[in-house]
């Protein structure tokens, strides 16, 4: 287990390949959100450090070895990463926990083990990939190329770092793209320790630079002219920004945003299987901090009262606590302010007439680290803030309905539209009501986000698909190129 005590210390930026001094001399600190202490300090990337990491990613794509490499080669050396990945797992899942609180059951296996799978899955799509294809047109044969996109600006958030990280890194990478990491502040160390393990697994010099930055960095890097494509995790409002910054040079983006997702319980479903479900897909989710959480539970009103009350004594009966501890389900907001703005929430809930079934507070004997009980809220309508924006936290609205189409209509009623849940006894009518549904991604009689398969969202939950080879396919440009026509007879 890493020392919670020590400081993991960086003070060179990864920039091109090579450990670089930084051109500022300020820093971001690390802060633990159990202990409230600093555990990591590293540099803070100024614009001038993005000039030179986006030369050299610009020097190293248009004119280096990395494109240029046979797909099998890449592969290789992709593999060696993910090979590493995998074997230091635990290791990593640690450096994850000690930066954000994710409890470390789920630090272990949705947050190392799951990059391990990305990158896996990307690789596997690669070698089943074309990178070029003859075909007949109108007017004679063509060739058409899958070329990379170029200098790709990879921007990930703090819940999920190497999940998001490899759902950009590994596809672009083997795409022959080259890249330029920009990790979320509050959480760099895991991003400077992948930046090693790709230098050590033969990943050629240019191809990855990794900044620790703030907003302000990042808005530089995103308008870069020297940038073909922006991948982005994110909040909503930064993913506007991004597009409109990136929309002056026309540059590529691909934006996975916020949600607000509905769990649809039918009148025959089964809560021995809906309820561990909703719990797994919520406040054991990263402690409720996941854009995939399912924030809304649609009841029948005839099984309200019966819902409400086993859904209360699971949220209740939840370990909160230390996420070093195994037994831990739900850990710390990652900052106090993450928890102020549930606290927030959980008041403006109560403000506008909803109940709150369980939790609604801080959990008694944790004064220190930024803890939020998980909180289940009844008596919600579908136009009550807790209902519509983004908490981000382990906060649940149960909401009733009439009949199945007035449950799809709730559904629908968001401004996101990025996952989801529909639970019944008939799975056939279950599939049937979540093919309704307008969101990215939806499980019935579950929860799940597959590696496998493309992930992201309709409306304000983003552009653009991850993962699986759709995921591949995003750091592609189509060339065609129109051969000689046969000569007449």
Known sequence: MTDSNAVVEHRTLFIGGRW???AGRDTIEVISPVTERVVGRVPHATPEDVDLAVAAAREAFDHGPWPRLPLKERIEVVTRIKDALAARHQELAELITLQNGSPMLFSVRGQALSAVGTFGVAIAAAGRFQEEEERQGTGGPVLVRREPVGVVAAITPWNVPQLTIAGKLAPALLAGCTVILKPSP???LDALWLAQVCADSGLPEGVLSVLPADRETSSYLVA????????????VGAGKAIAAAAARNL???????GGKSAAILLDDADLSVAVPA???GTCAANSGQACVALTRVLVPAARYDEVAAVLTGAFAGLKVGDPSD????????????????????IRIGQEEGAKVLTGGGVPSGLATGWYVEPTLFGDVTNDMRIAREEIFGPVVCLIRYGTEDEAVALAD???FGLSGAVFGADEARATEIARKVRTGTVTVNGFRLDLAAPFG????????REFGPEGLAAYFEYKTVNLPAPAKA
């Open 224 to 235: 870069h002219p020297g940038i073909d494509k922006v991948a982005f995790t994110g909040s």
């Open 20 to 22: 670089a001094e930084p």
């Open 278 to 280: 909703i719990v797994g």
């Open 186 to 188: 509050e959480t760099p």
């Open 326 to 345: 195994p037994g831990t389900v739900v850990g710390p907001m990652v900052t106090r302010k993450q928890r102020e703005r549930n606290l927030d929430y």
């Open 457 to 464: 969202g309709y409306k304000n939950s983003g552009i653009g």
């Open 413 to 415: 009623d968001s401004e």
């Open 251 to 257: 540059t590529r983006v691909s934006l996975e945003l």
